[in-house]
Nanobody, 123 residues
Framework: QVQLVESGGGLVQAGGSLRLSCAAS?????????MGWFRQAPGKEREFVAA????????YSADTVKGRFTISRDNAKNTVYLQMNSLKPEDTAVYYC???????????????WGQGTQVTVSS
């Protein structure tokens, strides 16, 4: 099994940047997992943000964040990152780190979820 712990959330002004980190631990090699990020605002459905394959060679991102957010991973450190630039108030949400030993999906079918980190963007 895998445990995921997010960090790096906080309050930022519109147009600013944040870098989220997700540290993974457990008995299974980190490198076999697709990693990703989802977000959820209160009263709204969870939304796919980005995903990255096990090698880091291919990434996927939602249209709403494309060109502004970048996902990356460091398998040697068992860590995945989400660099968020040009933040908008509509980016405000709890951001969750996710993992699955299968190809990426945007539908939320991930085996492991972190506890989430709050990102608040002020106008």
């Amino acid at each position: 099994q895998v445990q995921l712990v997010e960090s790096g959330g906080g309050l930022v002004q519109a147009g600013g940047s944040l870098r989220l980190s997700c540290a993974a631990s457990g008995r299974t090699l980190f490198s076999i997992y697709t990693m990703g990020w989802f977000r959820q605002a209160p009263g709204k459905e969870r939304e796919f943000v980005a995903a990255i394959v096990r090698s880091g060679g291919s990434t996927y991102s939602a249209d709403t964040v494309k060109g502004r957010f970048t996902i990356s991973r460091d398998n040697a450190k068992n860590t995945v990152y989400l660099q968020m630039n040009s933040l908008k108030p509509e980016d405000t949400a709890v951001y969750y780190c996710v993992a699955r030993p299968l190809p990426p999906t945007v539908g939320g079918e991930y085996d492991y979820w972190g506890q989430g980190t709050q990102v608040t963007v002020s106008s």
